[in-house]
């Protein structure tokens, strides 16, 4: 055993393997050193480090511009800016392949990236050009409306995730909400009726447009970011609903609970368990406030401690035996295709 | 004694190198099929996101639990004495949900572990307050034992870098008693810090250690970062002003040429040990560290404009990244550049910071003035 202590967890392995005649000789030298010399993969530290290297420089350009730009004059800015935008998306144009329904492997490594840039960069122009000349003057709706379209329309023909969710977070931003995930609940006025219905309605439309890209096979993978805004943007203003005094609570209730099984369905099938996790809280947030709604306050003192207690006692077990439960089956997730 | 059951733990680590192996051509298909079944029992490891929730209701149990119990039987024997019992009472319903369950770090038993460590601080404070000792360093020392026995026992890596920052703190209490100790605090604590770094580093390459080994690289990893900052110069030289009392502008310290050296140098050693051994956390340290450092140096001689440093930092991190991920397409001195296996955690965590993003560019054009926008809303663009 005095050996055993020395040894790293590798050799202890390929030594149990060896003796167990599961191994070559050989074989076993190969894996180890094929082990000691695998080359270790550097992709999301590069990534990040060319992200923040092009983070901090265009920083630097923006505050550079921001102290001269008397002598620089917003004219020229614009124009560069314009410039920028169309460069980026001539490139992305270039290096594009052809429209395709399912998820498209783009060799061109940045190509991905430029088209966020490009986007990002018209973004900032469209809101620099309407502060400066006024454009669209006060009509707000088009100046948000057009970059949900040119978002969207981009993000289908190049297939890319990032400018989906900037289209749908643009697109949201028309009708008047905000889907930002971190943003849904300060951001929004949910004590405006109207709103809480337009919220609900939103986030419908996203989640069907999910599933039924999921169904008919057109760009299925992107059905997780529209699930996913939507799902949020769902819940949240259902709950809100339910909340409200107008006594519509039974409504909203129904509403939640067959978000709630869709969302399980759904996490079953694409074994996504985002939505699993999102149906439980959202589910359990809605059930646990009806009950409290309906029962005698003087029971509740007492009551609500242990059911509170044994309710989240019951939830552990469902997330611990739901595979069993869901007959999720026990595989590695299917490829999105 | 360990709580999780190792042969589990090492099953879970011989199926996961057999499948890469087979996926590499390294294993064939029946040697996949014979490790698979001579490690067949493995811990449950569920996705994160089961995980997130099994933590958030586990906690949510153990608190209300513990409400219920209070309710019921009162504060008899006194507050302590019934929270010191609860925690027992969940300590022995955890090991048997490890066992039933084989449970390894799910979440549940995480958030277990944290409430039953909760569960003893009562007891610890009212000895804290019955001995009239007004040193915090002493409470602290009271609570160290409980830690040390869970990492034994447990492995838990919060709970590990929690009893090492809590050495820390005892150590630079202590030292801050006295002149001496406080003037000797930066060596005291790089030694620290070396020490746990070397100890953790010879652990990592045992195999009796293997039951610890998330607990030790996290310990380590906390050690880098603090021998760092114990030797940067910007740290040494506010916290003295700090400690002392003596007010802005700090003045200058002791021994500065030193701590100089050490800012300037211990990047340069993280990322040559990063290479040297290749590892990425040394990588990235080395990377942050750099960072640091420059900020350092900029606080104290502000040479350059900051959008100047911007500028500069940003075109060598962008320039070099994009050559080095161009030359990495093939393996060189053992790294390369390939892409990793997405996941729906990356996906989520994209998908938030893009839709902040142009929530924020948006409401920046909805009359807002425009103009310096950009730059405040940046932060976070970062991929990790």
């Not at chain 1, 039924?212 to 299925?220: L, Q």
């Not at chain 2, 039987?73 to 955890?94: D, K, N, R």
């Amino acid at each position: 055993m005095s050996t055993f202590v020395y040894m790293n967890p590798l050799s202890f392995l390929l030594d149990e393997w060896q003796q167990r005649h599961l191994l070559t000789d050989e074989q076993r030298v190969q894996l180890e050193t094929h082990e000691r010399t695998r080359p270790v993969s550097l992709y999301i530290l590069l990534r990040s480090l060319l992200y923040a290297g092009i983070l901090l420089f265009t920083s630097g350009v923006g505050v550079l511009i921001y102290n001269n730009i008397d002598t620089i004059g917003h004219t020229a800015l614009i124009a560069l800016l314009a410039v920028l935008t169309a460069g980026s998306f001539f490139y992305v144009y270039r290096t594009s392949v052809p429209f395709s329904r399912g998820l498209i492997e783009n060799e061109a490594k940045f190509s991905d990236f430029a088209l966020l840039i490009a986007c990002t960069l018209f973004l900032i122009l469209e809101g620099y050009v309407q502060w400066r000349y006024n454009v669209f003057g006060t009509r707000y709706g088009l100046a948000t409306v057009l970059p949900a379209v040119l978002f969207l329309f981009c993000a289908y023909r190049f297939d890319q995730r990032g400018v989906l969710s900037m289209g749908l977070t643009a697109f949201a931003s028309w009708v008047g909400i905000t889907v930002a995930p971190m943003e849904v609940l300060s951001n929004n006025d949910f004590n405006d009726m109207r709103l809480i219905v337009t919220g609900v309605l939103l986030g419908v439309l996203y989640i069907g447009v999910g599933v039924a890209s999921e169904r008919m096979n057109v760009k299925k993978h992107f059905s997780f970011t529209y699930l996913l805004l939507g799902g949020n943007v769902f819940f949240i203003s259902s709950l809100a609903g339910l909340f409200r005094p107008e006594g519509w609570a039974f409504g909203f209730a129904l509403l939640i609970a067959a978000g709630c099984w869709l969302f399980v369905n759904y996490a079953r099938r694409s074994q996504s368990f985002l939505f699993l996790l999102m149906a439980v809280v959202y589910g359990y947030i809605a059930f646990t406030y009806l009950l409290f709604e309906v029962m005698n306050e003087a029971l509740w003192a007492f009551f609500g401690m242990f059911y509170v207690a044994a309710s989240t006692g019951g939830v552990i077990w469902f997330f611990l035996n739901f595979k069993k439960l869901l007959k999720v089956r026990d595989e590695e997730r299917p490829p999105l295709r | 004694m360990k709580a999780y059951n190792e042969t589990l733990l090492l099953n879970e680590y011989a199926q996961k190198m057999a499948k890469k192996w087979h996926t590499e051509r390294l294993l064939s298909a029946e040697q996949l099929a014979e490790a698979v079944q001579s490690h067949a029992q493995v811990p449950y490891n569920p996705n994160v996101f089961i995980k997130i929730g099994l933590f958030l209701f586990g906690y949510v149990c153990f608190m209300f639990g513990g409400g219920f119990v209070f309710m019921i039987v009162g504060e008899g024997g006194g507050f302590a004495f019934t929270a010191l019992l609860y925690g027992l009472g969940v300590t022995s319903l955890l090991l048997r949900l490890i066992k039933q369950k084989q449970l390894h770090f799910a979440g549940v038993d995480n958030a277990l572990i944290y409430g039953i460590i909760g569960a003893t601080m009562p007891l610890i404070f009212e000895l804290y307050d019955a001995l009239k000792i007004n040193e915090i360093w002493v409470g602290v020392l009271f609570c160290l034992p409980v830690l040390v026995v869970v990492v034994y026992s447990f492995g838990e890596p919060l709970v590990a870098l929690g009893a090492f920052l809590s050495g820390l703190f005892i150590l630079a209490s202590i030292l801050m008693k006295n002149p001496i100790g406080k003037a000797l605090l930066p060596f005291a604590l790089m030694i620290y810090a070396a020490v746990f770094f070397v100890v953790t580093r010879k652990m990592s390459q045992k195999s009796s250690t293997f039951y610890w080994k998330l607990a030790i690289y996290w310990v380590n990893t906390a050690a880098l970062v603090l021998f760092y900052a114990a030797g940067n110069y910007f740290v040494v030289r506010e916290l003295n002003a700090e400690l002392n009392g003596l007010g802005s502008p700090s003045p200058e310290v002791a021994f500065a040429g030193l701590f100089w050296v050490f800012s300037i140098l211990i990047p340069v050693l993280y990322l040559y040990g990063g290479f040297r051994w290749r590892n990425r956390t040394l990588l990235l340290l080395g990377l942050l560290s750099i960072v640091a450092t420059i900020l350092t140096v900029r606080y104290y001689h502000a040479m350059l404009a900051i959008e100047w440093v911007l500028i500069l930092v940003g075109v060598v991190a962008a320039v070099s990244a994009f050559a080095l991920i161009r030359s990495l397409k093939t393996p060189k001195f053992g790294f390369i550049y390939a892409p990793e296996k997405d996941n729906d955690e990356r996906f989520a965590i994209e998908m938030v910071v893009i839709s902040q993003m142009t929530q924020n560019s948006q409401s920046a054009e909805k009359g807002v003035e425009f103009g310096g926008g950009d730059f405040a809303g940046g932060g976070a663009e970062d991929k990790y």
